[in-house]
């Protein structure tokens, strides 16, 4: 077993109505409780507020951002444990997000 | 309510399911003063612990141990509030009501010991008003009651009313405690029989 991270994409654009956003909340739900029982989750992990800052460089600047228009957001990120990448990249095919256009990008840990 | 809230927080800390029922309750009182009761008090109660309850779920989920089964959908913001809402829908209210009877006929109390508790938790009774319909006295019955809720507290989770063997065990004791509660609201024995007819009406919580 290995533990792979989730990251979580949505779509730029991407807006919900508050009974919109009740169900993905319940197609979420309802995928870590299918994660959780078949003992997947290391760590359920937690979404993540548009809007930050950026800290970069040598110079140390910091500026805001990202921002919820940018490409490729995080909007979040969850720790799973699977025989193999493979394996992990099935489970993220359960992703509520994949039906709203975004992604789940599938990274190994890796081991220093 | 405290059925519900001792779903999501657990048997274990019945104590902190009556700040947060005390808690939404003095909200009330300050908000409805204001502006005025709203149209559906319950919902409005209701829904202010749920809001507490997710405030002590995420302040306290490294310090405390919540609800078993729940556990690791309590951690996380993806999982913390649909959860929550879930036990909080209406159908899951009625179940949390049978498994909070159950849970109160715990077979290390007393059958007395048993409907005092069930008229403080569910009903909301006062000590004072549970020992008028006992005819009994304040200090006895909030002694009676302190130490039926550390029994109850002490018991690893709520009842499963789900296991037909169990249930069915404990079924008889729950009827008994129900006609006890209804039979002291129409025959109690109290000086103030004109107030005991109100205990057999007066809404469970």
């Known amino acids: 077993m290995s533990e792979y991270l989730f990251l979580y994409r949505a779509p730029s654009g991407d807006s919900a109505s508050p009974e919109q956003m009740q169900q993905i909340m319940q197609k979420w739900l309802?995928?870590?409780k299918d994660l959780g029982e078949k003992g997947r989750i290391k760590n359920m992990g937690q979404p993540l507020e548009t809007g930050g800052k950026v800290v970069s460089g040598t110079a140390?600047?910091?500026?805001?951002?990202?921002?919820?228009?940018?490409?490729?957001?995080?909007?979040g990120?969850?720790?799973?444990?699977?025989?193999?990448?493979?394996?992990a990249a099935e489970l993220a095919k359960g992703c509520p997000?994949?039906?709203?256009?975004?992604?789940?990008e599938v990274r190994p840990i890796r081991k220093m | 309510m405290v059925a519900t809230l001792t779903r999501v927080l657990g048997v274990h800390n019945l104590a902190l399911v009556e700040d947060?029922?005390?808690d939404a309750f003095c909200r009330a009182l300050e908000m409805w003063k204001f502006?005025?009761?709203?149209?559906?008090?319950?919902?409005w109660l209701m829904a202010t612990a749920r809001n507490r309850a997710l405030d002590v779920l995420r302040s306290q989920r490294t310090a405390r141990k919540?609800?078993?089964?729940?556990?690791?959908?309590?951690?996380s913001e993806w999982t913390l509030a649909p959860a929550v809402d879930e036990l909080f829908a209406a159908d899951a209210i009625k179940d949390d009501l049978l498994r909070m009877m159950f849970s109160c006929c715990h077979p290390q109390l007393a059958e007395e010991a048993r409907v005092a508790l069930m008229l403080n938790i569910l009903c909301g009774f006062s000590v004072d008003e549970v020992a008028s319909a006992f005819v009994s006295g304040h200090a006895a019955i909030e002694k009676r009651i302190i130490r039926a809720k550390k029994v109850l507290a002490r018991s690893k989770h709520l009842f499963n009313v789900a296991v037909?063997?169990?249930?069915?065990?404990?079924?008889?004791?729950?009827?008994r405690a129900l006609y006890l509660l209804f039979s002291e609201g129409y025959h109690g024995a109290s000086r103030e029989t004109a107030v005991a007819p109100n205990y057999a009406t007066k809404p469970c919580a």
């Open chain 1, 30 to 32: 309802a995928w870590f």
């Open chain 1, 60 to 75: 140390k600047s910091v500026h805001d951002g990202p921002f919820a228009e940018t490409k490729d957001v995080v909007n």
């Open chain 1, 77 to 87: 990120y969850t720790l799973v444990e699977t025989k193999d990448l493979a394996e």
């Open chain 1, 97 to 104: 997000i994949l039906d709203r256009g975004g992604s789940v």
């Open chain 2, 20 to 22: 947060v029922v005390q």
């Open chain 2, 35 to 43: 502006r005025g009761v709203p149209d559906n008090p319950s919902a």
């Open chain 2, 66 to 75: 919540f609800a078993p089964g729940l556990g690791y959908l309590l951690e």
């Open chain 2, 164 to 175: 037909p063997a169990d249930f069915a065990a404990r079924l008889p004791a729950v009827l």
